[in-house]
């Protein structure tokens, strides 16, 4: 048993007619496609169009090899003027649904193409059925599945100038983060000690101090300096 892929252009999947020959006349492929899909001639006709070359068969006398796979539209009953020539093509394995952007134009598509349509643009065309050489859906493959992973991503943006209540941890001195403190490289400067805040702790077990140098001194929600009682 023989067949033919076809699918209409506004479609994704394909449909399949069967025959007894090596080969179907485009008449005979016509008239069960118009029977598959209930159609009746009085109100439209259809056009056939090679799936892979992209060539438009206009001989009903012209015979299709089986397993092809073809584009049908549907066009006004009294028919459109052709816009090639009647093409018997060779034997070809069917393929699946062609994307808008390759029926669009046959010239092949470039590497960079394939990376700004399928990638870039974040279409849901299928990369496979793209009118480009192997060798570059492969190359676009391996790109898209690495994009998510680019560097470029990953890359911390600049921090602005630090809030009017950040002070720096080496000098004490609000207005710079203190990768940027100015004193960096100076041995004559000490580091301001950093003092632990009391978070967690309860006020109860806390006494307040003047001193933040006092041993243990820990700055409190209230904006002052508290031991645990149990260190005094």
């Known amino acids: 048993m023989s067949c033919v892929h076809y699918k209409f252009f506004s479609k ?5 007619v069967t025959f007894n020959d090596l080969h179907i006349s485009l008449c005979d492929l016509k008239r069960q496609i118009m029977t598959r899909e209930k159609l009746k001639a009085t109100h439209c006709a259809l056009q056939i169009t090679n799936a892979q070359t992209k060539e438009e068969y206009t001989n009903d006398n012209a015979l299709i090899p089986r397993n092809s796979s073809v584009i049908v539209r549907r066009i006004p009953a009294g028919g459109v003027k052709a816009t090639s020539k009647t093409y018997v093509i060779r034997r070809s394995e069917p393929v699946s649904a062609t994307s808008k952007a390759t029926d669009d134009s046959s010239a092949p598509l470039s590497l ?3 990376i700004k349509v399928y990638l870039y643009s974040h279409q849901t065309a299928n990369l496979a059925e793209a009118n480009a050489p192997e060798e570059d859906k492969v190359k676009a493959v391996m790109i898209q599945s690495c994009h998510q992973y680019d560097p470029i991503n990953y890359v911390k943006k600049p921090l602005g100038p630090p809030p009017p209540s950040y002070t720096c941890f080496r000098c004490g001195k609000p207005g710079h983060y203190i990768k940027n403190c100015p004193t960096h490289g100076d041995k004559n400067v000490e580091p301001v000690p950093r003092i ?3 978070t967690g702790i309860p ?3 806390m ?3 003047k001193d933040p140098t006092t ?3 820990m700055l409190t929600s209230t904006g002052k300096y508290a031991i645990p009682t149990i260190s005094a």
């Open 196 to 198: 632990k805040k009391s």
């Open 203 to 205: 006020r109860s077990f």
């Open 12 to 16: 994704l999947n394909y449909d399949t």
């Open 112 to 114: 960079a193409q394939l």
């Open 215 to 217: 041993k243990g001194a």
């Open 207 to 209: 006494m307040e101090v």
